[in-house]
């Protein structure tokens, strides 16, 4: 319980880390595409981002790993931000692939900050690796998480920073003073309840989530121009739209839209070729986007 530092939310997590970790000037790592909010904050806090992209391989979305390594190796780079699963992709980083962000971030003096805030959402059967778990991250991450997205609780602002290192807990903490408020008692009770007293609720939710993803993952590829892989994690489908006949529309988005369909536009991720899904939702709600889509 030491190791814990509660949040109002995750946004705010991985901007204190900036804060607390860098200077103005130094370098931010990002993975990418990734959630448009961490994508704004090393601007935002007076640094410069450097993406690294997530690259299609075997199947699935992973790391381009030599390109982080190339990165990393820059005196300025300071923090390496990524979300595990990713968002919007979905992957879910294998114990490999973790010790090889591990031995990077230390060959290079990089602190992780790792946004799992979607860790409980893992579809396939795969295991959840939690950044702070690993021997080589225990004295250079943070690790944010949350009960918001898998149990819907986010109004409630109300998530948490596991840091095992006391110095980094210390600073972490220090940055945050006088301007992250305090979670309330309504959000701590929520997600202990959520944590400890929902897991048929969430054992149900999983399965219907599986079934949304696999119906919505087929029916997206029958579709000329679109293309998607199964999310291994969340409740988002990543969709390329690179080979679409957009006709006269002006973008993929209003391609979209114009089809009464709004989903989040890809270039709020870091690429404009592509569009994200939410299959959160009710059966019939996801046929009526295929139906339209597919019109």
Known sequence: PSWIVWTPGVCPGFNVAIRAFCQAGDI??????NYPPILAAPEFNDCTPIHIATVEENDGWMLDFAELEAQA???????????????????????????RVAQICADNDVI???????????????????????AQLQHRSITLMAANKTFNIAGLGTSFAIIPDTTLRNTF????????????????VATQSAFTECDDWHAAQRNYLIGNRDYLAKAINAIEGLKALPAPATFLLWVDASQLD????????????SRGVGPS???DFGNEHFFRLNFGVSRDMLEEVVARLSA
């Open 73 to 99: 190796k820059d005196p300025k780079a300071k923090l390496f931000i990524m979300c595990n699963p990713m968002n919007p992709v979905g992957s879910v980083l294998s114990q490999a692939q973790l010790d």
């Open 265 to 267: 536009p890809g270039v």
């Open 173 to 188: 903490n220090a940055a945050a003073r006088g301007i992250v408020p305090w979670v309330n008692i309504l959000g701590l």
């Open 28 to 33: 931010v790592l990002i993975q990418t595409p």
């Open 112 to 134: 992780l900050c790792s946004d799992e805030i979607h860790c409980d959402l893992i579809l396939d059967e795969l295991t959840h690796l939690p950044a702070g778990n690993h």
């Open 246 to 257: 957009l006709g006269t529309a002006k973008n993929v988005q209003d391609w979209c839209e």
